[in-house]
């Protein structure tokens, strides 16, 4: 059966860097689901955490740099632009609004994120809206992390799909999870390391590094 509406997927975050696991991350993730698009959202007003220590205009730029040269991974601004918290249920129905409606929509998200979901806004609606692809970690025992799962959620694991074919047959609904290579990398940890003056090579692009030094960024 061929499929008209080819999935998209959907990586926010607020890339205060954008570094080489999120990159990576949405790389396997693509992959795995065969995906010609990825749309890098940064979020304007992240409801869940404080402010972004870097302002929302060089965190879009970043991501922008971050991302060229790779024809699947495209920018997304719309939270940028949102003069409202940054919350993916609102972002999902948007895109949901514009695309074709039979258009499978697979949000990314890393196993830590997910053991989180029942926090977020709405949540369970994000079930009606898109697919959701868990980037499990190596190394890490997945019988570990489904106990771990608060019971509401580990109800959702019903849904899982192992198969690429699958998430392109419906719009939204399942579950896919997918072993990734283990890039042991944090945003706060490159900030930590660009305010003491310490290396940020083979952490994110060199093309993001230029921009944060020419910007004076988390010093």
């Known amino acids: 059966m061929t499929y008209a509406c080819k999935p998209v997927g ?4 607020t890339f205060d860097p954008i570094h080489f696991g999120h990159l990576r991350l949405a790389e396997e993730l693509a992959e795995a689901l065969q995906l010609e698009q990825v749309r890098f959202i940064p979020a304007g007003r992240p409801p869940h955490r404080g402010q972004p220590r ?8 970043m991501a922008r740099r971050a991302v ?3 024809p699947r991974f495209v920018i997304d601004t719309r939270e940028i632009e949102r003069d409202a918290p940054s919350y993916s249920v609102d972002t999902l129905s948007a895109l949901r609004a514009e695309l074709p409606p039979a258009t499978p929509l697979v949000l990314f998200m890393g196993g830590d994120a997910f ?3 029942t926090t977020w806004h709405e949540w369970l609606r994000l079930f009606d ?10 190394g890490y025992s997945l019988a570990s992390w489904e106990d771990a799962l608060p019971d509401a959620l580990r109800k959702q694991l019903t849904r899982r799909s192992e198969q690429a074919a699958e998430i392109a047959e419906k719009p939204a609904g399942r579950v896919f999870l997918h072993t990734i290579t283990q ?16 290396s940020l090579r083979y952490l994110l692009p060199d ?6 030094n020419e910007n004076h960024l988390y010093v």
Not at 54 to 61: N, S, T
Not at 129 to 138: C, F, K, M, S
Not at 207 to 212: D, G, L, M, R, T
């Open 207 to 212: 093309s993001v590094i230029h921009y944060i």
């Open 129 to 138: 809206l898109a697919h959701i692809a868990v980037a499990h970690r190596p």
């Open 54 to 61: 870097a302002a929302a205009a060089h965190r879009l730029e």
């Open 10 to 13: 959907i990586l926010g975050g």
């Open 183 to 198: 890039l042991d990398i944090s945003a706060s940890q490159i900030r930590d390391r660009a305010l003491r003056g310490k």
């Open 115 to 117: 053991l989180g979901l």
């Open 68 to 70: 060229a040269g790779n």
